[in-house]
């Protein structure tokens, strides 16, 4: 089934301000998670829907909390999430970022107690939006296996650069530190599916593409290896170190389940010693560069970072957007 991007919105911010959220605040969330589906990454949009509002019963999320500054030395900046909504505090830390970025070059802001702020991307698109390259990542709890072990100690971060272009066609990478997310790997199995290599290990210890075998350790594998693994360790520290938040350990022991995150949102003006044409031009080549590449498959299109999104993107908020029927009466039975 399709749901149109505008009636998704709404029943979103419905159930938001049924379970007490302020209407403002519960729009602002709607429209991220319902974007975040238009985008194809409903892992991170309606089929997590169920449970943000399980979070917020529990306490996990504060709903009409908001990001505040704590601290500050020129183009960089400490703020406290309060617990509040992961999405709302972090697109209003990545906009402040950007503020930064227009009056010094650069702007960082680091955000510490915060919740899951759902697609990591959506900041790096507000980012380039904005004209800005926006470079952002979040800890998480521990969720990952580091690289030779089996139980999960480090987290599974996502990282997310995105360069801006004058046409709004914008090149966004967003990639977790494990082949694939949780997410992705909860989506697959939903469409009983298989993923389209190993993404993590089976009881046995054996590489496997089965998401739910995966589920049932929770041993992802990281992307490169030990390398996924060491960027994993790296982002988590300087996360918790800007922010002067909780590190993935400290998730650990301290929180029940994903909450009191860390995270940093980055922000440059491409065009602070640039002419203002230069980054398109760059981009342009580039871009064209790479899409007159020699396909492995014949018929398959060789596509920069973001461009599928926006693909996606287009398709769904013409014909609306495809949501797993169960998940959808889940919803609006709450």
């Known amino acids: 089934m399709r749901i149109p991007f505008d009636a998704m919105v709404s029943v979103f911010i419905d159930k938001l301000v049924a379970y007490g959220t302020e209407p403002e605040i519960a729009k602002e969330a709607a429209v991220i998670l319902a974007q975040n589906s238009a985008d194809g990454v409903y892992s ?3 089929n997590r829907f169920p449970r943000l509002i399980s979070y917020i019963q529990k306490g996990y999320i504060h709903p009409n909390a908001t990001a505040k500054k704590i601290d500050g030395i020129g183009s960089l ?8 909504l992961g999405m709302v505090n972090a697109k209003k830390a990545m906009g402040r970022a950007c503020e930064l970025a227009k009056a010094h070059g ?33 800890n998480t ?39 694939f997310s949780y997410g992705k790997i909860e989506m697959t199995k939903l469409q009983g599916r298989q993923l389209p290599v190993p993404g993590g290990f089976d009881e046995d210890g054996n590489a496997t593409t089965d998401p739910a075998a995966i589920e049932k350790t929770w041993r992802v594998l990281p992307i490169g290896y030990w390398k996924g693994s060491g960027m994993s360790i790296a982002l988590d520290l300087v996360a918790a170190i800007l ?37 398109d031009e760059l981009i342009n080549r580039l871009i064209d560069d790479i899409a007159d590449s020699e396909p492995a498959k014949a018929g398959d299109k060789v596509r920069y970072p973001g461009e599928n999104s926006l693909a996606i993107r287009r398709e769904n908020m013409k014909l609306g957007i495809p949501v797993i029927e169960d998940v959808w009466n889940t919803i609006t039975a709450l």
């Open 141 to 179: 709890q521990p969720n990952m296996p580091a690289w030779g072990a089996k139980d999960r100690r480090i987290g599974n971060n996502p990282f997310i650069i995105a360069i801006p272009r004058g046409n709004g066609e914008h090149v966004v990478l967003d990639c977790a530190m494990s082949q």
């Open 77 to 84: 900046e400490r703020w406290d999430g309060q617990l509040g």
């Open 44 to 46: 991170h949009g309606v």
């Open 243 to 279: 922010s002067g938040g909780y590190s993935v350990t400290d998730i650990g022991k301290n929180c029940e389940d994903e909450y009191g995150l860390s995270q940093v949102l980055i922000a440059f003006d491409p065009n602070t010693m640039n002419e203002p044409n230069f980054a």
């Open 106 to 138: 650069v702007g960082v802001v680091a955000l510490k107690n915060t919740n899951h702020w759902m697609r990591g991307g959506t900041y790096g698109w507000q980012a380039a939006d904005a004209g800005c390259i926006g470079i952002c990542w979040t």
